[in-house]
């Protein structure tokens, strides 16, 4: 038994029309036309304990009404799912107490009160034994190191202090599974990399299984393994983020740090994406030419004092992907 | 049921902190409550000034009813001012932190909040049951038990009517008039009332089993008049009940930012 399988899962909504100006406003009032709108479109995946996935689409692809489907927010309009054995809208609250969620765009910590308030309440809403909760609350707050800030009103901490009390919180029930949408919107570049490997390295140690939702593909390689991606309610692709790269890897960046001011490589598929003196960035399509010739090629160049050789950004894989391509 | 009231007394308690947090927004609130319901009572005290009785109530009913009024509404905002509210929650998509947690949703959103006015109503209730003369020592518990069946009976009103957003959007404003509707006429002699009025009230606009059968309870009409209160509990919980979860089936969330006051 997988611990999340989604077998051919729908939801739709149903959606009035807007009509345009004044007139259409008060024809409105009398007749609304609306339309179906397939946020989900027969989506079908399994996921293994301990796996951590990455849930990948533009807006409005169907990532959180999934995710809304597989925690018992919604009711769906058709397929199956079960989460740890259990369908989730038919056993939300057994369920409930399995399964920890953050929502990037939401809280569950009071906006007035310390997040130690919400900690003490979430031990009644979670049903947990005093001494488990204080052990476990201890365990987080030496993890997510946030002792500082725990008794600080939340109104008045950061957004990446709020973040780590959040993901805190969805982790002292000690769950099996952790949902999280949009865990990293908003944050600056230093709060993004505490949080993911926050996420990563209690997946690693307890085995919790994640599935991730993000924009942003840095969450997707440094918390997953593997990634689910999808567009208008259907999966597109469903693999490891290493067969993704080399999958959709079609291009390579080449940078040369070099003695002589400027270097020039003449190779077919090969070109400049970026110079400055003494350092040049190379793009180069692999389907023309070889990375291996061009960096043999870069040797005979000029004098060499660095070489780096990377993959494009995943955000182009993901677009790539979303492309056809 | 140990573990129930455990969860419902740490909400409560959580609720209570968080409007007492802002100290100056805490006590501005209460003592304007306060104020505010003896505004109102003035012209009563005018009226009873120049006529002796309105069909058999006189100036200490009154203070009964206000006193009653102010005790069911005061309390229904402290322990469960999350209902004042519902309609918005269900529209912006707010229930989805209260469908994650293993609680029973209506209880959750409705124990959320807590309304610091509340305390001014419930300040203003004791001395009016103080001024009335009708509460002794020994109706005090029929006087408790008829103002939570008056409480339970708003509450449960106040869901079925903020619970139409899940079937007509936003309905927030229909729903505060509602309750508007519900506590004005609350605040009446239930002797005023004749025909098909009489019926509404203690139907559609259940005034008279949040105030009517409460203030007849602490004007001593004793266990059958407290039992009839209890059934209005046992009728409008359930409704309230049932046209929740009616309507969490077709809840369909959002995607707001929003934080937890």
């Known amino acids: 038994m997988g611990t999340i399988e989604v077998d051919g899962l729908r939801k739709v909504f149903s959606v009035r029309e807007r009509a345009r100006g004044l007139g259409g406003a008060v024809r409105q009032l009398f007749s609304a036309p609306s339309r179906e709108v397939r946020a989900v479109d027969g989506l079908t995946f399994r996921i293994e304990k301990g796996e951590r996935v990455a849930f990948v689409g533009p807006n409005g692809a169907g990532k959180s009404t999934t995710i809304k489907m597989l925690t018992g927010i919604l009711h769906p309009s058709g397929g199956a799912a079960r989460v740890l054995g259990l369908v989730p809208w038919e056993k939300r609250r057994e369920l409930a107490y399995r399964f920890g969620t953050v929502f990037g765009q939401r809280t569950q910590l009071w906006y007035h009160l310390p997040a130690a308030d919400t900690f003490a309440l979430l031990r009644h809403v979670y049903d947990r034994d005093v001494t488990d909760h204080k052990r476990r609350l201890t365990e987080l707050v030496e993890a997510f190191e946030i002792g500082p800030f725990l008794n600080k009103p939340v109104r008045q901490l950061s957004l990446g202090q709020r973040m780590r009390c959040e993901i805190a919180a969805s982790l002292l029930h000690d769950p099996e599974v952790l949902f999280l949408d949009e865990p990293t919107i908003g944050l600056d570049v230093n709060a993004r990399a505490i949080i993911r490997d926050l996420i990563r390295d209690t997946s690693r140690e307890r085995g919790v299984t994640v599935l991730l939702t993000s924009h942003d593909t840095g969450d997707m390689e440094r918390v997953c393994d593997r990634v689910i991606v999808i567009n208008h309610g259907k999966l597109l692709l469903d693999e490891s983020i290493l067969s993704l790269r080399q999958t959709y890897i079609r291009r390579k960046r080449v940078t040369l740090v070099t003695a002589s001011e400027r270097v020039d490589i003449d190779l077919p598929g090969v070109t400049v994406a970026e110079r400055a003196p003494h350092r040049t960035v190379f793009e180069v399509d692999l389907e023309v030419t070889p990375v291996d010739v061009v960096v043999q090629a870069a040797l005979r160049a000029g004098k060499l004092r660095d070489l780096t050789v990377e993959d494009p950004p995943m955000e182009e894989i993901v677009q790539a992907i979303y492309a056809g391509r | ?261």
């Open chain 2, 1 to 261: 049921m140990k573990a129930a009231v455990q969860y419902f007394g740490a909400m409560i308690a959580t609720n209570l902190r968080a409007s007492m947090a802002l100290r100056g927004a805490f006590w501005t609130r209460t003592i304007f409550m306060f104020i505010n319901n003896f505004i109102y009572l003035v012209m009563w005290w005018v009226f009873f000034d120049e006529f002796s009785e309105v069909r058999g109530w006189m100036l200490p009913d009154m203070l009964a009813i206000y006193a009653v009024a102010a005790g069911v509404f005061g309390t229904a905002m402290i322990v469960a001012g999350g209902v004042m509210t519902l309609a918005r929650t269900i529209v912006q998509g707010d229930l989805d932190t209260f469908l994650t947690q293993p609680k029973p949703v209506l209880l959750a959103v409705v124990a959320s909040r807590s309304e610091a006015s509340g305390w001014g109503d419930v300040a203003s209730a004791v001395v009016l049951f103080a001024l009335c003369g009708y509460v002794t020592p020994a109706s005090i518990p029929f006087v408790l038990l008829a103002l939570a069946s008056g409480c339970i009976v708003f509450v449960a009103s106040a869901v079925i009517f903020h619970s139409l957003a899940f079937w007509l959007k936003d309905t927030e404003a229909l729903s505060r008039h509602f309750l508007h509707f519900l506590l004005a006429y609350a605040a009446f002699p239930k002797t005023v009332f004749l025909g098909w009025l009489k019926v509404a009230l203690f139907t559609v606009i259940p005034a008279g089993f949040v105030t009517f059968l409460p203030v007849d309870v602490v004007r001593g009409g004793g266990w059958k008049v407290l039992l009839a209160a209890l059934g209005g509990v046992v009728i409008y919980g359930s409704l309230a009940l049932l046209v929740f979860r009616a309507g969490l089936r077709r809840y369909e969330s959002g995607n707001r930012f929003g934080v937890r006051a």
